[in-house]
């Protein structure tokens, strides 16, 4: 791949990525406003989808922030945002329901989480010293200490990749939650569906970009990278 056309997917990958979470925003904005017409809060939605499974080790809490909700398997805790614990919107339900998916696939062993579990590592260790390891292989000129920034960065694309089917899988397995506790009908479930639609690309782009990322490190190494 030339360096040019590296450059052209990277700047296609990082504007992508910008618009995408630009449009998750304004959806998650939109249908935050929208009332569900069962009356029922993000915290309950995430309690009765878990309660239906069986699952009865998880606790619920709230945190701060918007758009922090996320499962944290190592304390079997989920945690939803400010802005969705108490909230009766269709948003509220649809992210709830979707962190709900995550505490699901945990208690039933899915290996797609387990998977993202083993890569956390070598993601946390690319992402915090691959840039840095790079830059500075290229400005000593040292191939080296360049084909070890590019590992560290290819584990980060790696967790990215293998980060889509785990996040796909939990919004699957929200909307089934959904339809099967009869907290489901066409305008709610619209909205349910563009809410995690739009938070999914999220990992699409993110996924894209580590991708184009890379691809313009590799064409700008110009080989450089092969042992």
Known sequence: MSTGLAYLLA???FGGS????WWLKKTYRTWSQVPNQ???????TAAAILKDQGVTTVQIQQVKGALTDHYDSQR???RLSSTNFGVTSVAAMAVSAHEAGHALQDAHNDFRLRLRHFL???AALGSRFGPMVVIAGFMTGNDGIIKIGALLLFGMTVFQLATLPVEINASRRALESLERLGLSDPMQREGVKKV???AALTYVAAAATSLAYFATLFARGRGRFIV
């Open 120 to 122: 956390v590592p070598m």
């Open 76 to 78: 079997d805790i989920l």
């Open 18 to 21: 910008f618009l995408v979470k």
């Open 196 to 198: 995690l639609t739009a």
């Open 11 to 13: 700047g296609i990958a």
């Open 38 to 44: 069962y009356g029922v809060t993000g915290a309950q």
